[in-house]
């Protein structure tokens, strides 16, 4: 099936196309046409004149457009969940739950909007004012850029098109290139709608020529990107005076104090570190153990690590499906290769099968290593001693990335020390860093990116704040 390009509303056609194969089995699955910059700026020109007329609609409407949109998701859950397998190979049991967030982040969207209101001001509180009727109230931005990654191909398009246009913007999405066909039958799922606003979604293809068109306009007001921090630097230095939110990825870590519930720490952290196989912003990277209970741990941790099913991505008690091309499989073997040469030790020893990079886990390894000190986003964790929260802590702050970081400890002392003083945009108490419920802010500090999603606070990002007076 062809992904198409959407100049607005209407559905368009290209002379040429690029095939997408799937990363599990080498067919082709699906084919994108193939945008140039000239298209990057005809989507933003109709989306300008449709930020135009999508300001005046109600939040009624746009409530029930979202709305009509979860129904739809619904309806196509098995379609679009095996579109995802298709297209990156995520395992079928999960292509399925990234649908059901989906479907819960559009809702959400549509339920936060219903609620979003301005607040009024007391300009008599202060000796230089005087009594007036003040407030202050959200409008939308304009046009939003959305730019989204391959490894939750639907889940995190949601998370840019519910709020920007429930919110009452127009949007101009590029999706990832590993996966069109997915953001293609969703964006497909809005236009379509009988409560859609004409032209305010459009959606074209391509790599750094269409991105640097979008990015580089005067015509948005905000690009909101999840990615790299390569790309996360070339978007901030060349966007121009607009709002820019980025996610940028992160090196996630866990510290397992020796009151821990062991059984527990281990099978969430085996679920944190090999979950969609390690591609994953907030994947379990570093985990810092106590000495004391290291040998112990490092034990349930391969064990627990052991359970999980590698292989094919259709079936449905398969927990690991390949990687998302033979790059990434070479690139984390490497690391791997490399740290062993520099004296780590496999716990789990790498195996590789064609795409298939079985769980991996790494010990004796030193801060400075790769697979320590940057984003691997591949099924690779490694296990550090250490003689203190201390050091954990010192250690896990010793990044610069900060998404989430997470601790296990029956300790309340340790608990609040670790809420305090981790220096990450989440932290969680008693489960992996990997965990992301969409209803909260998620965003990063330090390279880890600027802004924050959740639907509440995507909201904020892409709308303005206009303050009145009355006199």
């Known amino acids: ?49 449709a930020a135009k ?25 098995e379609d679009l969940a095996k579109t995802i397998t298709d297209e990156v190979g995520k395992p079928i049991m999960f292509s399925k739950i990234e649908v059901d967030r989906c479907i819960e982040t559009v809702t959400l969207s549509a339920e936060v909007m219903r609620t979003m209101h301005g607040e009024t ?22 046009v939003v850029v959305a730019i989204t990654p391959f490894n939750f191909p639907l889940n995190l398009v949601a998370h840019k098109l519910a709020p920007a246009l429930v919110a009452g913007n127009a949007v101009v999405l590029k999706p990832t290139p590993e996966a069109p066909l997915t953001a293609y039958k969703f964006a497909k799922l809005f236009i379509e709608s009988e409560f859609a606003i004409k032209d305010a979604l459009s959606v074209v ?18 690009i909101s990107f999840t990615g790299s921090v390569t790309v996360g630097n070339i978007i901030t230095k060349n966007a121009g005076i607009k709002k820019v939110s980025l996610e940028l990825g992160g090196n996630a870590a866990t510290f397992i104090d020796k009151s821990a519930d062991l059984e527990l720490a281990a099978a969430r952290c085996a679920i944190g570190a090999f979950v969609n196989s390690g591609q994953v912003c907030i994947s379990l990277q570093r985990i810092y153990v106590d000495a004391e209970i290291y040998d ?41 290769e490399s740290a062993i040469k520099e004296g780590a030790t496999p716990l789990l020893a790498p195996k590789v099968d064609g795409r298939m990079f079985y769980p991996c886990v790494m010990t004796d ?59 990450a945009g989440g932290i969680v108490i008693n489960d992996m860093p990997t965990l992301r419920f969409d209803i909260q802010p998620y965003g990063g500090v330090k390279l880890s990116g600027v802004g924050r999603e ?18």
């Open 1 to 49: 099936m062809k992904a198409n390009i959407y100049f607005g509303s209407q559905e368009t056609k290209k002379e040429e196309y690029l095939s997408r194969v799937s990363p599990y089995s080498g067919e082709i699955v699906s084919k994108v046409a193939v945008c140039d910059a000239n298209d990057a700026k005809r989507a933003l020109n109709i989306a300008q004149e």
């Open 53 to 77: 007329e999508a300001k005046k609609t109600t939040i009624a409407q746009r409530c029930n457009w979202l709305l009509d949109v979860a129904k739809k998701l619904k309806e196509n859950r």
């Open 121 to 142: 001001i007391n300009t008599d509180a202060m000796n230089s004012g005087k009594k007036t009727m003040a407030f202050f109230s959200r409008v939308p931005s304009g």
């Open 205 to 222: 293809y391509g790599d750094a020529e269409v991105g640097n068109a979008l990015v580089t306009s005067d015509i948005p007001r905000v």
């Open 296 to 336: 112990e741990f490092a034990s349930k941790m391969a064990i627990e690590s052991k359970k999980l099913v590698v292989g094919s991505p259709y079936s449905d008690d398969t927990f690991m499906g390949p990687l998302i091309d033979d790059e990434a499989c070479a690139r984390a073997m490497n690391w791997v």
């Open 365 to 423: 390894v030193t801060q400075d290593m790769k697979i320590v000190c940057e984003e691997v986003f591949a099924p690779i964790v490694s296990l550090i001693k250490v003689n203190n929260f201390d050091e954990a802590l010192a250690l896990m702050n010793d990044s610069p990335y900060g998404l989430q970081f997470s601790i296990f400890t029956n300790d309340l002392k340790l608990t609040q020390r670790a809420i305090e003083e981790l220096d």
């Open 454 to 471: 959740g639907p509440r606070f995507a909201i904020e990002e892409m709308t303005e704040i206009k303050s009145v007076v009355i006199c």
